[in-house]
């Protein structure tokens, strides 16, 4: 049981193969937002349901896209005028330690472990290696 046929996916097509896969597999799905899945009804009357469940999931999963769409749209239009704005986006940057010229040469030459620089300049794995990545690129350009 589902709160929103959104759940499932926000393109159209996707929510129709998983409606599929689950027609193929008789698993009866129920979703709340359409309580015509919710009815139990005899085999015989089942075609009705099956009919105007059919028809509820077409729009709704049309509304679904189309959400999808619009959202994707209004964000790629806020990042343009912030990025116009000159705002930065996207994670925090971070500034090297103080002590970064004491820890990196000996790490780089092998003198001290990753882990041991790591640990001495403060910094989580994830940001020690980016600032490695930005010391090496920088250095590149200086050559």
Do not use: C
Request: charged share 30%; net charge neutral; hydrophobic share 35%.
């Amino acid at each position: 049981m589902g709160a929103s046929l959104d759940r499932l996916s926000r393109r159209k097509i996707d929510i129709k193969k998983e409606l599929e896969y689950f027609r193929e597999h008789h698993i009866r799905i129920k979703i709340l937002d359409i309580p015509t899945t919710m009815v139990e009804l005899p085999e015989e009357q089942d075609w009705i349901f099956e009919m105007i469940n059919n028809i509820l999931i077409e729009v709704l999963a049309s509304i679904a896209e189309q959400e999808r769409i619009t959202t994707k749209r209004r964000q790629s239009e806020g990042i343009a005028i912030a990025k116009e704005a000159g705002k930065h986006l996207g994670r925090p940057m971070i500034d090297f330690p103080p002590n970064w010229n004491q820890f990196y040469p000996e790490w780089k030459s092998g003198t001290i472990t990753a882990v041991a620089a790591m640990r001495q300049l403060g910094l989580k794995r994830s940001t020690f290696y980016r600032l490695v990545k930005q010391q090496e690129e920088k250095h590149e350009t200086e050559e």
